[in-house]
């Protein structure tokens, strides 16, 4: 097999991995909860305690995981559960506020789906006890002048949007309480979740409290509703009385429990009290105090009933620094991306070798010429003193002192300790005196040579040149103060002849049209030549391999 | 994007299989007819002219990193080093990326060799390395079209500001200059100072206007079906969004 | 008076005229209407008061992501567009991060230059109200890509050398999420890579500051809604500049209205030189036409 078509397979695998890491969704696994984890819900099902909970590869794009209590371990399933649907509206974007309910027809999984516009309250159904689900689509509530979920809703607008939710199926119904925005909640029942009936009123109508919550759950005591916000570390329990609510509340504990946020991710008998599940924030592998952190890890945490906590427990860990790999095919993307990062680096030196090599060639010859004999001259005018070798290597010797000055200025001078030295002193006036006012003189060499070419070849000689020209002279005067100075002299009515309005409509819309035209036909051009390179049908890439 | 849509992904099969389709029947015979472009039909004129005048040739490869309009480039600067090379004239390649560097010196040798010219003239005298600074490199070969007396002058690839340093420096100098480009912004300063100027698709056209390969005639006429599909979305979206304004359905389907 | 000129007739040699008497001229107009400062009333452009009502209603608890990406020779127009759009930005106490590329070094320098200066007259500090983040090696897209999901892991360290988790305004700010803007200002827009792997992923507004040359690329961008406003030149940068002065952010204009009205006046000195040419070249018709009847 030939060098060129060796390098041409080469060439057509590594395109095609590339092509693939594009072009599949992000259904194959890897590790989907790299960046980060959080909401995590739990429920038993089938004797089995499950937790499920939000993972990111980066931020808003969560994916729903599963994990499930074994030998008393939390053991993460390999892979997710539920993931975002590229070719479905409501969860394009991601995942996110998971609640599991044990229902009749599976286990069910409610979640907030992100999309462009505003989160939609959807599920899915699973009948293996969560390990795989079917999605079904948004929850359906019926129409109201308050709330509407995604398909009823005019061109997107909500007048109040769900914060957060909770679910739970008893007694044959579904009840969904939903927290909105401005701290209302509301109430929605039904036989099923395509069908259920707001109430015409919020159980909820005014704030309980001054925050918004970081969580939101109900669980039933005695028939009534029992509201949980958790604000921080905070657990508030909200519990009707009469026309009010009242609350009580505790706190969990710093440390090596959930050391900023607690997430009311449902209540789960353990024998030793409840269940709650917490969130704690780590950096560089250590708990911190601030609240600002990299990492997430999810706790679960356990009150005796009387608002002790216990000792927490662990159930997912996020090493620190893991970066976000959506697919098992990024892991080759990233390699690739740090490969071309440093081989463009070392090209630097091929370039600073070729200036050497040009330069260095020229003093060398320069010299050489020096003194020699009339006759044996090796470039112009040689033989001769120090003017003739000025004028042939005086820019070489010069461009390779300057050269050498500004990378020792600039590796010594550019550290912290070099505050004040000579070094950062002259790389400073290198720079700001010398570097930059030259390249504003070249830069402004363009404008008088526009001058000179726009002079020489803006001759009206056809009927398109004509128009050529008035669409310059417009466009030109109508950007500048003076195009308003004389607009101001035109009524009105006679708009047309303003020229700031005429400069405007013909750059926005004459030239917008055309530049499009234009920039199709070169997108599609490149798209062309790109698939010749990639299957190995355009041979001149290869011109000089045999 | 970080991943293909749906659209994404039928507009790259459609558009790769009216490619491939063109590609795979042109090689089996079907003839096609490419329009003219004066600015490269006139290439050979300017070598020759600038070989008559002993003005050497010089060949932009413009600001383009290792990417697909450099090998673009890079097939036009082949085939120009291997007529010059056939009339035993030099052509200077100034560059801009050190990427570039390497691949270009790769062309221009073999160019040369393939003539039996090889180490008629030195490499680092015909190729360098200006800057990757646009100011320095306008400058810089403004200047070495001016000292060097150049006598064709090719300007292919993209280009930022420096464009009008170089078509100007050319004109004074008296070169005759040939500028492709798919760079919209710069055309202007182009079609002024050059006697020629290709811009756009034709620039990705221009490997296959010199030799004819099926292969490349093919992807040519492939890429204006693909044109001509979008040119019948755009003008079919514009007149059902124009006519159907109020009705959700069908602007949701003109949003998908 | 060469040979060759002097068998030519007057308007031939107006017509085909020595280009160093056009640079001679136009370097006078312009060291003259430097020297003497015209005021001119500033142009309007509907999308500089886009940009401007954006800012305006941006959320306090997000930051704005501007790339600088200016240079030397573009410093009469964009520098005028970075330094009003900050002042704005500090105005409102609207953090901001700015990004910058080890391509282009004098984009750093510069941006910095300005950025201090504008923040030492403004009482803003460093690390917590703005940030510049370390130069940035750009590889296309995949840089943006990168950028926008994680910046802390990108980024790593600012231009002093700090740990961006060790900055306290970093500490809200991880992904673009976290972004309410994104702005733009170099020489030419060139922000397709923003647009194509950033705005139209992530939603997040994009807007641009560039060379009035460069400006007609991006119109195209702000009909369709990808860009969502554009300070054209130094007239956009003094569209901007009036109404920051107007607002009683800056007591007077800047760079960008002084140039607009040396501009304006190079303009019409160009207009009206290609009316000379175009003049020259009908006489000249008209003389060779006589003379053949």
Redesign the interface.
């Given at each position: 097999m030939s060098k060129r078509n060796i390098l041409k397979i080469i060439a057509f695998v590594v395109g095609l991995y590339f092509f693939l890491e594009?072009?599949?969704?992000?259904k194959v696994g890897g590790e989907f909860d790299s960046?980060e984890v959080g909401c995590p819900v739990t429920v038993e099902r089938s004797g089995k305690k499950l937790q499920f909970y939000v993972g990111n590869y980066?931020?808003?794009r969560g994916i729903i995981g599963r994990m499930v209590k074994s030998s008393g371990k939390w053991v993460k399933d390999a892979k997710p559960c539920l993931q975002r649907s590229?070719?479905l509206k409501f969860d394009q974007y991601g995942l996110t506020e998971p609640d599991a309910v044990s229902a009749p027809e599976g286990l069910t999984l409610l979640y907030l789906g992100q999309n462009?516009k505003e989160p939609v309250l959807c599920y899915a159904v699973s009948e293996d006890d969560g390990q795989t689900f079917r999605k079904k689509g948004p929850v359906v509530i019926s129409t109201n002048e308050v709330f509407k979920t995604f398909e009823n809703a005019p061109n997107g607008q909500i007048p109040d949007r769900i914060k957060s939710f909770a679910a739970d199926f008893r007694n044959g119904l579904w009840e969904v309480y939903l927290f909105t925005m401005t701290y209302r909640v509301w109430r929605a029942e039904g036989p099923d979740l395509k069908h259920l009936s707001l109430e015409a009123a919020p159980i909820v109508s005014s704030t309980l409290t001054e925050k918004s919550p970081n969580s939101f759950d109900v669980y039933s005591e005695g028939g009534q509703p029992v509201l949980v916000y958790v604000m921080d570390r905070e657990i508030l329990e909200f519990r009707r009385s009469g026309n009010d609510w009242e609350s009580k509340s505790w706190k969990a504990p710093k440390g090596n429990g959930t050391n900023d946020t607690v997430y009311a991710g449902g209540r789960m008998d353990v024998g030793e009290g409840v269940l709650y599940l917490g969130t704690k924030k780590m950096?560089k592998g250590r708990p911190i105090d601030?609240p600002?952190e990299?990492q997430l890890a999810s706790v679960a945490l356990r009150d005796r009933g009387d608002g002790t906590p216990l000792a927490p427990e662990m159930s997912v860990y996020k090493k620190v620094?893991a970066?976000?790999r959506p697919t098992y095919l990024s892991y080759g993307t990233e390699w690739a991306?740090k490969f071309?990062?440093v081989?463009?680096?070392f090209?630097?030196?091929?370039?600073m070798i070729?200036?050497m090599?040009?330069h260095g060639?020229k003093i060398y010859q320069s010299a050489l010429n020096y003194n020699a004999p009339a006759g044996e001259d090796k470039l112009p005018g040689g033989g001769a003193p120090m003017r003739n070798f000025i004028k042939n290597a005086g820019y070489s010797a010069v461009f390779l002192i300057f050269l050498a000055v500004m990378i020792v200025c600039a590796w010594k001078g550019q550290t912290?300790e070099a505050k004040g030295t000579v070094w950062k002193t002259s790389f400073d006036f290198l720079?700001?005196a010398i570097?930059?006012?030259?390249?504003?003189a070249?830069?402004?060499?363009?404008?008088?040579?526009?001058?000179?070419?726009?002079?020489?070849?803006?001759?009206?000689r056809s009927l398109e040149a004509g128009f050529l020209?008035a669409a310059a002279?417009v466009?030109?005067?109508g950007?500048?103060?003076?195009?308003?100075?004389l607009a101001?002299l035109v009524p009105e009515s006679w708009k047309l002849l303003q020229l700031?309005w005429l400069s405007?409509k013909l750059?926005?819309v004459l030239?917008?049209a055309a530049?499009?035209a234009?920039?199709?036909?070169?997108l599609?051009?490149?798209?062309?030549?790109?698939?010749?390179?990639w299957?190995g049908?355009?041979?001149?890439?290869y011109?000089?391999v045999d | 994007m970080d991943h293909a849509t749906l659209p994404i992904i039928i507009f790259i099969l459609l558009f790769s299989g009216f490619i491939i389709t063109m590609i795979m029947l042109t090689k089996r015979g079907k003839e096609v007819f490419l329009r003219p472009i004066n600015g490269l039909k006139v290439i050979d004129d300017a070598i020759g002219r600038a070989a008559e005048e002993d003005r050497p040739i010089m060949f932009n490869l413009g600001f383009d990193d290792l990417s697909v309009n450099l090998f673009c480039s890079l097939a036009v600067m082949g085939y120009v080093v291997r007529k010059a090379a056939k009339l035993s004239m030099p052509v200077y390649v100034p560059l801009a990326q050190p990427l570039a560097y390497a691949m270009a010196e790769e062309f221009w040798k073999d160019g040369y060799a393939a003539m039996g010219k090889e180490g008629m003239f030195a490499v680092e005298d015909c190729l360098r390395y200006m800057s990757s600074n646009q100011s320095a490199l306008g400058a810089g070969i403004a200047g070495w079209i001016k000292r060097d007396h150049v006598g064709a002058n090719f300007m292919f690839g993209t280009y930022g500001f420096e464009s009008m340093m170089l078509a100007e420096a050319g004109q004074q100098a008296g070169a005759f200059q040939i500028a492709c480009t798919p760079s919209f912004y710069q055309v202007p300063f182009f079609m002024v100072s050059c006697d020629y100027t290709v811009f756009g698709e034709e620039f990705y056209a221009a490997g296959a206007y010199f030799n004819r390969d099926p292969v490349l005639t093919g992807s040519l006429v492939g890429q204006d079906y693909s044109k001509l599909v979008l040119l019948i979305l755009i003008v079919l979206g514009s007149l059902l969004l124009t006519i159907f304004q109020k009705t959700d359905y069908l602007r949701l389907l003109l949003q998908w | 008076m060469t040979e060759e000129n002097k068998n030519r007739s007057f308007w031939d040699r107006v017509q085909f005229c020595d280009p160093r008497i056009l640079y001679a001229l136009f370097a006078v107009v312009v060291i003259v209407f430097e020297m003497v400062q015209v005021k001119m009333p500033v142009p309007n452009p509907v999308w500089v008061g886009k940009l401007y009502d954006r800012i305006e209603n941006l959320p306090p608890d997000k930051a704005v992501l501007i790339d600088c990406d200016y240079g030397a020779g573009n410093r009469g127009e964009c520098e005028g567009q970075f330094k009003a759009v900050i002042q704005h930005l500090f105005s409102r106490n609207i953090k901001f991060m700015v990004v910058t590329w080890t391509t282009n070094v004098e984009g750093q320098k510069l941006g910095r230059q300005v950025l201090d200066e504008v923040a030492k007259k403004m009482n803003k500090v460093d690390g917590e109200d703005y940030v510049m983040f370390q130069a940035i090696v750009n590889a296309g897209g995949v840089t943006l890509q990168s950028l926008a999901k994680d910046i802390h892991g990108f980024v790593v360290k600012d231009i002093n050398g700090r740990d961006l988790g060790d900055i306290p305004m970093m500490k809200n700010f991880r992904t673009i999420a976290d972004v309410s803007l994104i702005y733009r200002v170099a020489y030419s827009w060139g922000g397709v890579p923003w647009i194509g792997f950033v705005q139209s992923v992530y939603g997040t507004p994009l807007a641009a500051g560039s060379a009035g040359i460069e400006s007609s690329t991006a119109y195209p961008y702000l009909d369709s809604g990808q860009l969502c406003g554009l300070l054209a030149g130094a007239a956009g940068a003094a569209a901007y500049e009036k109404r920051v002065m107007e607002a009683g952010i800056t007591p007077e204009t800047g760079i960008g209205t002084k140039t607009v009205s040396v501009q304006s006046f190079a303009t019409l000195f160009v207009v009206v030189s290609i009316l000379i040419s175009n003049f020259a070249m009908f006489m000249s018709k008209w003389q060779g036409k006589r003379a053949r009847t």
């Amino acid at each position: 097999m030939s060098k060129r078509n060796i390098l041409k397979i080469i060439a057509f695998v590594v395109g095609l991995y590339f092509f693939l890491e594009y072009i599949l969704p992000e259904k194959v696994g890897g590790e989907f909860d790299s960046y980060e984890v959080g909401c995590p819900v739990t429920v038993e099902r089938s004797g089995k305690k499950l937790q499920f909970y939000v993972g990111n590869y980066y931020k808003g794009r969560g994916i729903i995981g599963r994990m499930v209590k074994s030998s008393g371990k939390w053991v993460k399933d390999a892979k997710p559960c539920l993931q975002r649907s590229l070719f479905l509206k409501f969860d394009q974007y991601g995942l996110t506020e998971p609640d599991a309910v044990s229902a009749p027809e599976g286990l069910t999984l409610l979640y907030l789906g992100q999309n462009e516009k505003e989160p939609v309250l959807c599920y899915a159904v699973s009948e293996d006890d969560g390990q795989t689900f079917r999605k079904k689509g948004p929850v359906v509530i019926s129409t109201n002048e308050v709330f509407k979920t995604f398909e009823n809703a005019p061109n997107g607008q909500i007048p109040d949007r769900i914060k957060s939710f909770a679910a739970d199926f008893r007694n044959g119904l579904w009840e969904v309480y939903l927290f909105t925005m401005t701290y209302r909640v509301w109430r929605a029942e039904g036989p099923d979740l395509k069908h259920l009936s707001l109430e015409a009123a919020p159980i909820v109508s005014s704030t309980l409290t001054e925050k918004s919550p970081n969580s939101f759950d109900v669980y039933s005591e005695g028939g009534q509703p029992v509201l949980v916000y958790v604000m921080d570390r905070e657990i508030l329990e909200f519990r009707r009385s009469g026309n009010d609510w009242e609350s009580k509340s505790w706190k969990a504990p710093k440390g090596n429990g959930t050391n900023d946020t607690v997430y009311a991710g449902g209540r789960m008998d353990v024998g030793e009290g409840v269940l709650y599940l917490g969130t704690k924030k780590m950096q560089k592998g250590r708990p911190i105090d601030s609240p600002y952190e990299t990492q997430l890890a999810s706790v679960a945490l356990r009150d005796r009933g009387d608002g002790t906590p216990l000792a927490p427990e662990m159930s997912v860990y996020k090493k620190v620094g893991a970066s976000p790999r959506p697919t098992y095919l990024s892991y080759g993307t990233e390699w690739a991306g740090k490969f071309l990062t440093v081989v463009g680096s070392f090209a630097i030196f091929i370039a600073m070798i070729n200036l050497m090599l040009f330069h260095g060639k020229k003093i060398y010859q320069s010299a050489l010429n020096y003194n020699a004999p009339a006759g044996e001259d090796k470039l112009p005018g040689g033989g001769a003193p120090m003017r003739n070798f000025i004028k042939n290597a005086g820019y070489s010797a010069v461009f390779l002192i300057f050269l050498a000055v500004m990378i020792v200025c600039a590796w010594k001078g550019q550290t912290d300790e070099a505050k004040g030295t000579v070094w950062k002193t002259s790389f400073d006036f290198l720079f700001n005196a010398i570097q930059l006012p030259m390249g504003s003189a070249v830069f402004s060499m363009i404008t008088f040579y526009m001058i000179s070419a726009a002079y020489r070849s803006f001759k009206v000689r056809s009927l398109e040149a004509g128009f050529l020209m008035a669409a310059a002279i417009v466009c030109m005067v109508g950007q500048m103060p003076i195009g308003e100075l004389l607009a101001s002299l035109v009524p009105e009515s006679w708009k047309l002849l303003q020229l700031p309005w005429l400069s405007g409509k013909l750059l926005s819309v004459l030239n917008a049209a055309a530049y499009r035209a234009v920039l199709i036909g070169t997108l599609i051009g490149s798209v062309a030549i790109s698939l010749r390179i990639w299957l190995g049908l355009d041979n001149s890439v290869y011109s000089s391999v045999d | 994007m970080d991943h293909a849509t749906l659209p994404i992904i039928i507009f790259i099969l459609l558009f790769s299989g009216f490619i491939i389709t063109m590609i795979m029947l042109t090689k089996r015979g079907k003839e096609v007819f490419l329009r003219p472009i004066n600015g490269l039909k006139v290439i050979d004129d300017a070598i020759g002219r600038a070989a008559e005048e002993d003005r050497p040739i010089m060949f932009n490869l413009g600001f383009d990193d290792l990417s697909v309009n450099l090998f673009c480039s890079l097939a036009v600067m082949g085939y120009v080093v291997r007529k010059a090379a056939k009339l035993s004239m030099p052509v200077y390649v100034p560059l801009a990326q050190p990427l570039a560097y390497a691949m270009a010196e790769e062309f221009w040798k073999d160019g040369y060799a393939a003539m039996g010219k090889e180490g008629m003239f030195a490499v680092e005298d015909c190729l360098r390395y200006m800057s990757s600074n646009q100011s320095a490199l306008g400058a810089g070969i403004a200047g070495w079209i001016k000292r060097d007396h150049v006598g064709a002058n090719f300007m292919f690839g993209t280009y930022g500001f420096e464009s009008m340093m170089l078509a100007e420096a050319g004109q004074q100098a008296g070169a005759f200059q040939i500028a492709c480009t798919p760079s919209f912004y710069q055309v202007p300063f182009f079609m002024v100072s050059c006697d020629y100027t290709v811009f756009g698709e034709e620039f990705y056209a221009a490997g296959a206007y010199f030799n004819r390969d099926p292969v490349l005639t093919g992807s040519l006429v492939g890429q204006d079906y693909s044109k001509l599909v979008l040119l019948i979305l755009i003008v079919l979206g514009s007149l059902l969004l124009t006519i159907f304004q109020k009705t959700d359905y069908l602007r949701l389907l003109l949003q998908w | 008076m060469t040979e060759e000129n002097k068998n030519r007739s007057f308007w031939d040699r107006v017509q085909f005229c020595d280009p160093r008497i056009l640079y001679a001229l136009f370097a006078v107009v312009v060291i003259v209407f430097e020297m003497v400062q015209v005021k001119m009333p500033v142009p309007n452009p509907v999308w500089v008061g886009k940009l401007y009502d954006r800012i305006e209603n941006l959320p306090p608890d997000k930051a704005v992501l501007i790339d600088c990406d200016y240079g030397a020779g573009n410093r009469g127009e964009c520098e005028g567009q970075f330094k009003a759009v900050i002042q704005h930005l500090f105005s409102r106490n609207i953090k901001f991060m700015v990004v910058t590329w080890t391509t282009n070094v004098e984009g750093q320098k510069l941006g910095r230059q300005v950025l201090d200066e504008v923040a030492k007259k403004m009482n803003k500090v460093d690390g917590e109200d703005y940030v510049m983040f370390q130069a940035i090696v750009n590889a296309g897209g995949v840089t943006l890509q990168s950028l926008a999901k994680d910046i802390h892991g990108f980024v790593v360290k600012d231009i002093n050398g700090r740990d961006l988790g060790d900055i306290p305004m970093m500490k809200n700010f991880r992904t673009i999420a976290d972004v309410s803007l994104i702005y733009r200002v170099a020489y030419s827009w060139g922000g397709v890579p923003w647009i194509g792997f950033v705005q139209s992923v992530y939603g997040t507004p994009l807007a641009a500051g560039s060379a009035g040359i460069e400006s007609s690329t991006a119109y195209p961008y702000l009909d369709s809604g990808q860009l969502c406003g554009l300070l054209a030149g130094a007239a956009g940068a003094a569209a901007y500049e009036k109404r920051v002065m107007e607002a009683g952010i800056t007591p007077e204009t800047g760079i960008g209205t002084k140039t607009v009205s040396v501009q304006s006046f190079a303009t019409l000195f160009v207009v009206v030189s290609i009316l000379i040419s175009n003049f020259a070249m009908f006489m000249s018709k008209w003389q060779g036409k006589r003379a053949r009847t």
